[in-house]
């Protein structure tokens, strides 16, 4: 069971590609996702924000040349608590660096849903919960 208040910003400028990462998301019961398709809509919506965001998802190659540092970016940032930054096409490796308060995880190519299930396992709390409360119980979570 997930917990679908999360709020997932992703960014990316093709459509197609957006929806495919929207759908992946869906599909593990995550609904609050704004999709933006450019760097400064990301701007924007981190600009106007009232509440953090969960997780932001986004193509390096919509980062501007001067803001090449984004992971520095989205450590400092209040409004973002975790982030999945990808490049280009698929490749499904992954390196992770987590850092305090949250997860900040770079792909070498687009996210997958084994690689987002993963992910979403160490951000959202309620699977962790579950299983603890499924466990005190003596019951399974299925």
Same mark, same amino acid.
């Given at each position: 069971?997930?917990?679908?208040? +999360?709020?997932? @910003? ?5 459509? +197609?590609?957006? @929806? ?5 998301? !869906? ?14 809509? +990301? @701007?924007?919506?981190?600009?106007? $924000?009232? =509440?953090?965001?969960? +997780?932001?998802?986004?193509?390096? $190659?919509?980062?501007? =040349? ?11 940032? %209040? ?14 490796? $992954? #390196? !992770?660096? =987590? ?7 770079? @792909?070498?190519?687009? %996210? ?12 959202? %709390?309620?699977?962790?919960? $579950?299983? #603890? ?7 399974? !979570?299925?």
């Amino acid at each position: 069971m997930s917990t679908p208040s +999360l709020r997932i @910003l992703i960014v990316e400028d093709e459509h +197609l590609q957006r @929806l495919s990462i929207e759908k992946m998301f !869906n599909k593990f019961g995550y609904h609050r996702i704004a999709p933006v398709g450019s760097f400064d809509e +990301l @701007l924007a919506m981190l600009d106007r $924000a009232d =509440e953090p965001f969960d +997780l932001v998802v986004i193509n390096t $190659a919509l980062v501007p =040349e001067a803001d090449r540092h984004f992971e520095t970016f989205c450590i400092q940032c %209040p409004y973002v608590r975790n982030a999945l930054v990808y490049e280009g096409r698929p490749r499904f490796v $992954a #390196a !992770n660096d =987590e850092r305090e308060g949250g997860v900040f995880k770079r @792909l070498p190519g687009v %996210p997958d849903t084994r690689i987002i299930e993963n992910l979403m396992s160490s951000i959202d %709390p309620c699977p962790k919960e $579950a299983a #603890a409360c499924s466990a005190l119980s003596g019951r399974s !979570n299925t």
